[in-house]
């Protein structure tokens, strides 16, 4: 054997355990998942003014603060009988009275008279059927009937049918949406217990990147990354802060020393990989956090890496767009619904053609959705790499291929993360 064949030879020897190291390092999808759902945390509770509480999550349980409807309500504008009389043969009802909306409740004195009434007004005593105006006809004071068939308590909404008094009628835990408003303002419930949002701190790292009304150089990008992250986190109603700091090791250990104290979960993008500058690892273990797991077993994303302080959860999404997007919806997402006590359920969809995918990783494919026949289909999406920002504006979804197999068919069944 040559020289230079047994020096590579060597090399070779000494390079494989060391790859073998790399990939041990390196978890499951499933495994890096559970470690950061293992790390919940509870941001507390907070009252808001309810009509603030859209999109937030219910800290408290709704009863009814009295029955629903709280009267026997008029359903519809016309006149108030006494339907015995109606049934006796009578077609012709003086009217004795009016009953409109919001007024106190008044009786019908003679049995064979009418009182007109108002949608939402209190049925008056000693009637139990509402005639609707098209229904009647009104000449000299007197309400003549042109149907053929009443029954009793028809276009009554009546009291306490909807709900009693101490019926629960919003579980804690439920996402309020306009639905409730419309509950909190009717129990006259002016202030609501939510799940307190975390307090995040979103970076950006790089020297390459500019801001989004710069004009960048040849050998610069403008930042997009962080305002994806703030965009995600608005759609859970979460507010963020953004800083930018430049490939300076000094200079990010200085800016995080405060962010850890200062913040409940810091989201990164950039500087995880193995690059020259990509500090970020380095400085967080040096200020003491924790880290639970370094790179993941999945394309795009895999430099992912993920630590945590006593306060502080620290996620560190590798800097190419579509990873920092993808890493954010599988990872960070879960562990805001959980922590929050949220269950959201897996949806899965019908892959719609062949796919091949050798490495042995997870595989967050891009894909358009779409529905036939009642089932959601899923159409893989071509890009280029998970630098490929303008992708993403192509698809709706990413579908999770699972490691350790390479061919995929058309027509079988795979979870997917919508982001759309």
């Known amino acids: 054997m040559s020289f230079l064949r047994r020096q590579e030879s060597i090399k070779t020897k000494n390079r494989f355990p060391m790859e073998l190291g790399r990939i041990k390092k390196m978890i499951s999808v499933e495994e890096a998942l559970q470690t950061i759902l293992n790390s919940t945390q509870n ?3 907070e009252e808001i003014p309810f009509i603030q509480s859209v999109g937030r999550i219910l800290k408290e349980e709704i009863k009814a603060d009295r029955d629903f409807p709280p009267f ?9 009988i006494n339907s015995e009389q109606f049934q006796n043969g009578q077609k012709s009802f003086p009217i004795e009275g009016i009953q409109p909306a919001g007024s106190a409740q008044i009786a019908l004195q003679n049995s064979k008279n009418c009182i007109e009434v108002m949608t939402g007004a209190m049925l008056p005593i000693n009637t139990n059927a509402v005639v609707p105006y098209e229904d009647i006809l009104i000449e000299n004071g007197e309400a003549i009937i042109a149907i053929d068939v009443i029954l009793q308590n028809q276009n009554i909404h009546q009291k306490g049918k909807d709900a009693k008094v101490g019926d629960l009628l919003i579980a804690k835990g439920k996402t309020i949406s306009s639905a409730e408003i419309g509950v909190f303002a009717t129990v006259g419930k002016s202030i609501v217990k939510v799940a307190k949002q975390p307090k995040v701190m979103i970076v950006s790292t790089g020297d390459e990147l500019v801001g ?8 610069q990008i403008r930042r997009s990354n962080v305002f994806t992250l703030v965009s995600l986190l608005e759609k859970l109603e979460i507010p963020s802060e953004t800083e930018h700091i430049q490939d300076d090791k000094q200079l990010l250990k200085q800016r995080i020393k405060t962010y850890l104290q200062s913040y409940d979960v810091l989201l990164f993008s950039g500087a995880v990989s193995k690059g020259k500058f990509d500090y970020l690892p380095e ?3 040096e200020l003491g956090v924790v880290k639970l ?17 006593k306060s502080c959860k620290v996620f560190a999404f590798p800097g190419n767009p579509i990873s920092t997007f993808v890493n954010c919806l599988v990872y ?12 959201k359920q897996e949806e899965t969809a019908i892959l719609s053609e062949d796919v091949v995918f050798k490495p042995n990783l997870t595989y967050f494919l891009q894909v ?11 159409t893989p999406i071509t890009g280029n790499g998970s630098g490929d920002l303008a992708s993403l504006v192509n698809a709706d979804a990413f579908i999770q291929l699972p490691k350790e197999t390479t061919a995929f068919k058309s027509g079988e069944v795979f979870p997917i993360i919508r982001y759309r």
């Open 43 to 45: 941001f507390g509770v």
């Open 332 to 343: 960070f997402y879960p562990w805001y619904f959980k922590s929050i006590g949220i269950e």
């Open 293 to 309: 797991f370094h790179q993941v077993a999945q394309r795009p994303g895999k430099p992912f890496w993920f630590g945590q302080t």
């Open 212 to 219: 989004v009304a710069e004009t960048p150089l040849a050998y």
């Open 283 to 285: 400085v967080l273990e």
């Open 72 to 80: 026997n309500r008029v359903s519809m504008d016309g006149i108030a």
């Open 368 to 378: 358009k959705l779409s529905s036939r026949y009642g089932h959601l289909i899923a």
